[in-house]
């Protein structure tokens, strides 16, 4: 399967993004997003079943972001709220046939990824 991540840009702190991650085919597979911050390692950011029932978050983004998933459209979404300066990285989308989202909120890393979209808080 393949992945295609828009929606990235510049936004002033305190202000909203939503990420998109369109699938190139249905699946039944979980899906996720990262993020890697310039000179840091790739961190997990939230990732959402199959079902779009079950989700999960990192602690750093909980309350702000929200992941969803709209099985007709076979895209997965990132609404990020009260954004940080903290928050600029590149996002990544993901998706694994295998992992449940809470293997990906625990560092197991998914087969597939998308190209990144860059996200940039700054006043």
């Known amino acids: 399967v393949q992945l295609q991540a828009s929606g990235g840009g510049l936004v002033q702190p305190g202000g909203s993004l939503r990420l998109s991650c369109a699938a190139s085919?249905?699946?039944?597979?979980?899906y996720g997003w990262f993020r890697q911050a310039p000179g840091k390692e790739r961190e997990f950011v939230a990732a959402?079943?199959?079902?779009?029932?079950?989700?999960y978050y990192a602690d750093s983004v909980k309350g702000r972001f929200t992941i969803s998933k709209d099985n007709a459209k076979i895209t997965v979404y990132l609404q990020m709220n009260s954004l940080k300066p903290e928050d600029t990285a590149i996002y990544y989308c993901?998706?694994?046939?295998?992992?449940?989202?809470?293997?990906?909120?625990?560092?197991?890393?998914?087969?597939?990824w998308g190209q990144g979209t860059l996200v940039t808080v700054s006043s």
């Open positions: 993901a998706t694994d046939g295998v992992l449940t989202a809470q293997q990906m909120s625990a560092r197991y890393l998914p087969g597939y």
């Open positions: 085919a249905r699946t039944f597979n979980t």
């Open positions: 959402i079943d199959w079902t779009g029932r079950t989700a």
